[in-house]
Nanobody
């Protein structure tokens, strides 16, 4: 089983910045994609940004030019630097990781989610 622990959410004024972190732990053989999703009240969860191992990051149109996703494979950690925050960025942000986990007998795919961290932007 692979666990994800997020940190870095909070309350910030419009135009400000926040940095989210998400660390994966457990029996991880490899991580393919790591990404961030968000869910605002009354709305569906949506992709914010994702980066595959050795790949180019992909962003939602609404955050391009303002958010930057990066990963540290040595630490199994993904970051989301959020600049020029807007009121509409207010949501619970969830970390996601997909890859291969191992056990004593076999390997298996995993698709894990963090518990979510609240980001609130005041206008």
């Amino acid at each position: 089983q692979v666990q994800l622990v997020e940190s870095g959410g909070g309350l910030v004024q419009a135009g400000g910045s926040l940095r989210l972190s998400c660390a994966a732990s457990g029996r991880i053989f490899s991580i393919n994609a790591m990404g961030w999703y968000r869910q605002a009240p009354g709305k569906q969860r949506e992709l914010v940004a994702v980066v595959s191992s050795g790949g180019k990051p992909d962003y939602a149109d609404s955050v391009k030019g303002r958010f930057t996703i990066s990963r540290d494979d040595a630490k199994n950690t993904v970051y989301l630097q959020m600049d020029s925050l807007k009121f509409e960025d207010t949501a619970v942000y969830y970390c996601n990781a997909q890859g291969i986990a191992y056990s004593a007998l076999s390997y298996s795919a995993f698709n894990s989610w963090g518990q979510g961290t609240q980001v609130a932007v005041s206008s």
